[in-house]
């Protein structure tokens, strides 16, 4: 990969990590919760959970499989089970919430679908702009 890759990566990846731990605080200091009860293992745990989607999503981009659900398909189903294990051995460092495999589920299939949504839109915008900039 080229370094302008990396740097897209690493961009995505800081952006994405930003907005969720804003929208995390914002939720908890709505509810009145003014600091984060799990702490600062919460904030490597989120760290390393989407690292893990984003290396997943950046590999997925490039599998040569057909039709394109199949390919998000065959990237989503190890990546969460590698997050369902990540989440295991955090059990083993404190006790898990009792809904946390489904709000890991939860939480990481969203984000793995609006990457999903926002790399197709990417592709027909680029599509359109290459058949209109042939003509």
Request: aromatic share 14%; hydrophobic share 50%.
């Amino acid at each position: 990969m080229n370094k302008k890759k990396w740097i897209n990566i690493v961009s995505v990846y800081s952006i994405i990590y930003t907005v969720i731990t804003l929208l995390n605080s914002v939720l908890y200091l709505c509810n009145g919760i003014y600091e984060d009860p799990s702490g600062n293992w919460h904030e490597l745990d989120r760290a390393m959970i989407l690292l893990i989607g984003i290396v997943t999503f950046e590999l997925c981009i490039n599998l040569p499989v057909k039709p394109l659900i199949f390919r998000y398909v065959t990237a989503y189903i190890p990546s969460q089970m590698l997050v369902f294990a990540y989440v295991w051995f955090t059990g083993l460092r404190e006790p898990l919430a009792k809904t946390a495999y489904r709000d890991i589920w939860i939480n990481f299939t969203c984000l793995f679908i609006l990457l999903c949504v926002v790399n197709v839109v990417i592709g027909i915008f680029r599509k359109k702009r290459n058949l209109t900039g042939k003509k």
